[in-house]
């Protein structure tokens, strides 16, 4: 085995890995998909979940959020990734952890 060969060995390894440790099993490695987009659907189905199980409307969760209800529903349907503002108001909202909208998980 070559150095190329065994440098390309380690990336397969690693980015196999990173996305395990992420939580994104098979669609991650589909054809089209990339982490940004998994990572952004992934956060719009959570936080229409938790929403819907709250009963709110986005306007009512806009109102608590401080989040404007055209950037909820771009979240929702997967058009935007929020950021770090974005989801400490809807965590602080819905109340919940900032954890319990993001896909990762934390694996030994």
């Given at each position: 085995?070559?150095?190329?060969?065994?440098?390309?060995?380690?990336k397969?390894?690693?980015?196999?890995?990173?996305?395990?440790?992420?939580?994104?099993?098979?669609?991650?490695?589909?054809?089209?998909?990339?982490?940004?987009?998994?990572?952004?659907?992934?956060?719009?189905?959570?936080?229409?979940?938790?929403?819907?199980?709250?009963?709110?409307?986005m306007?009512?969760?806009?109102?608590?959020?401080?989040?404007?209800?055209?950037?909820?529903?771009?979240?929702?349907?997967?058009?935007?990734?929020?950021?770090?503002?974005?989801?400490?108001?809807?965590?602080?909202?819905?109340?919940?952890?900032?954890?319990?909208?993001?896909?990762?998980?934390v694996?030994?």
């Amino acid at each position: 085995m070559n150095l190329a060969e065994c440098f390309a060995g380690v990336k397969c390894f690693v980015e196999n890995s990173f996305a395990r440790a992420l939580d994104f099993p098979r669609r991650v490695r589909q054809k089209g998909n990339t982490m940004k987009k998994v990572y952004t659907s992934t956060v719009g189905q959570r936080l229409k979940a938790m929403r819907s199980k709250r009963r709110l409307t986005m306007r009512q969760l806009a109102a608590g959020s401080g989040v404007n209800p055209s950037v909820i529903s771009l979240i929702e349907n997967g058009k935007r990734a929020p950021n770090l503002r974005h989801l400490n108001g809807l965590a602080g909202a819905l109340r919940c952890s900032v954890h319990d909208l993001i896909p990762f998980r934390v694996t030994p």
